[in-house]
Nanobody, 127 residues
Framework: QVQLLESGGGSVQAGGSLRLSCSAS?????????LGWFRQAPGKEREGVAS??????????VDSVKGRFTISLQNTVNTATVYLQMNNLRPDDSATYYC?????????????????WGQGTQVTVSS
């Protein structure tokens, strides 16, 4: 059973930084796999932020966060911790951030392709 647990959310002023963490267990069942970060603001659809392919650690970003956010990964055979370093935060980055996993290639902008989800962590950026 794959389990994901996020941490690191909080409140920050515009221009500040936060680092989110996601502890993933049970990923040893994946033949290959991808871990990703998504976010959802109130009244909006869930959207992709960044993803990383476990085997190669190739990373992918949506345009709105390129140059500001960095995804990284530390993993063993069965566990992983995926980080999202968020710099130069803006008020429109405010959302609940979710960690997700799938046993296949990364699809950074398509949350429906991910099978496993964490509970989410709140990020609030004030102007």
């Amino acid at each position: 059973q794959v389990q994901l647990l996020e941490s690191g959310g909080g409140s920050v002023q515009a221009g500040g930084s936060l680092r989110l963490s996601c502890s993933a267990s049970g990923i040893g069942i994946f033949s290959s796999g991808c871990l990703g970060w998504f976010r959802q603001a109130p009244g909006k659809e869930r959207e992709g932020v960044a993803s990383i392919f476990i085997i190669t650690k190739n990373d992918y970003y949506v345009d709105s966060v390129k140059g500001r956010f960095t995804i990284s990964l530390q993993n063993t055979v069965n566990t992983a911790t995926v980080y999202l370093q968020m710099n130069n935060l803006r008020p429109d980055d405010s959302a609940t951030y979710y960690c997700a996993a799938r046993d296949d290639n990364c699809w950074v902008s398509q949350p429906a392709r991910y099978n496993y989800w964490g509970q989410g962590t709140q990020v609030t950026v004030s102007s």
